[in-house]
């Protein structure tokens, strides 16, 4: 009988050693997936063209002198309207064709400095042709400032000159 219960104990021992076994492979084997897949994303060092950019122009209104890459075009904004209790904001954000700088472009609400959008770099000839805000307004009129950096085609990890914009938001 004693030998009965020790080739019980001896089963139930090989089969929690099975189970670890087991266990410790499928920790090592996520912990080897979950390093692939971090290691493989993509750094976000702020030179990414953001995917949202599509080829736009305006006629008439390309940057003659972007060829000399010394002068710069800066859009002008009037007021935006939007739908209120949306996030959604229909205007473009463009960077006129020739200029020769990568721009981002960042919405901040002039009050208390909340950034309700920010691009990723939007090269020449393109535009984003509307934005997805932080968050949804309600009914109102909001100051804004937009603030416009450049970056260089060559290295656009280095900073050109850059402009900052007023304009509000109206949510109705």
């Given amino acids: 009988m004693s030998n009965a219960l020790t080739k019980d ?17 499928l920790v090592l084997i996520g912990a ?5 897949v971090f290691l493989t994303q993509p750094k976000d ?5 953001d995917p949202a950019a599509a080829d736009y122009s305006i006629p008439g209104y390309a940057n ?7 002068r710069i075009r800066i859009p002008t904004y009037s007021e935006w309207a939007m739908q209120a209790g949306t996030d959604i904001v229909e205007v473009p954000l463009i960077n ?12 901040k609400l002039k009050d208390s400095d909340e950034v309700l959008y920010q691009s990723e770099l939007v090269p020449p000839g393109q535009a984003i042709p509307s934005m997805r805000l932080n968050r949804a307004l309600d009914a109102g009129t909001y100051p804004v400032v ?22 509000r938001i109206v949510a109705s």
């Fill in 9 to 25: 104990q001896q089963h139930s021992w090989r089969t929690r050693r099975i189970a670890i076994a087991v266990l410790v492979l």
């Fill in 32 to 36: 080897a997936v979950a390093a692939t």
């Fill in 45 to 49: 060092d702020g030179t990414r063209i």
């Fill in 64 to 70: 003659p002198d972007g060829e000399d890459r010394s």
């Fill in 96 to 107: 006129t064709e020739g200029n020769p700088c990568y721009m981002r472009f960042t919405v």
């Fill in 146 to 167: 937009v603030t416009i950096g450049t970056y260089s085609l060559d290295d656009p990890s280095q900073p050109l000159n850059g402009a900052e914009l007023g304009t």
